[in-house]
């Protein structure tokens, strides 16, 4: 069973930042890209940013230039969040895709919020 331990969220002002971690072990196949989608309340769970095996990423508009992800060679992934902005207060959740596959593994979710 693949298990996503995250860790990293709390509180912090407006132009802080904060370093989310997503570890992930238990994995047994190849993984094509790992991510976040973050949920602010009452909305949609919206998609953040992920990096491919190769290491290329992608960011949605509104974390562009203040976000980045990375990824070591055990199969955790980091979040670098700067100049957090109040929007960006959510319940971030990692994800694991599987190569070749459609199929998604989640992590618990950590809270983040940016607030004076």
């Known amino acids: 069973q693949v298990q996503l331990a995250e860790s990293g969220g709390g509180l912090v002002q407006p132009g802080g930042s904060l370093r989310l971690t997503c570890a992930a072990s238990k994995i047994t196949f190849s993984i094509y890209a790992m991510g976040w989608y973050r949920q602010a309340p009452g909305q949609e769970r919206e998609w953040v940013a992920h990096?491919?095996?190769?290491?290329?990423t992608d960011y949605t508009e509104s974390v562009k230039g203040r976000f980045t992800i990375s990824r070591d060679s055990k199969n955790t992934a980091f979040l670098r969040m700067d100049s957090l902005k109040p929007e960006d207060t959510g319940v971030y959740y990692c994800?694991?895709?599987?190569?070749?596959?459609?199929?998604?593994?989640w992590g618990q979710g950590t809270q983040v919020t940016v607030s004076s």
């Open positions: 990096i491919r095996s190769g290491g290329s």
């Open positions: 994800y694991v895709v599987r190569a070749g596959w459609n199929s998604y593994h």
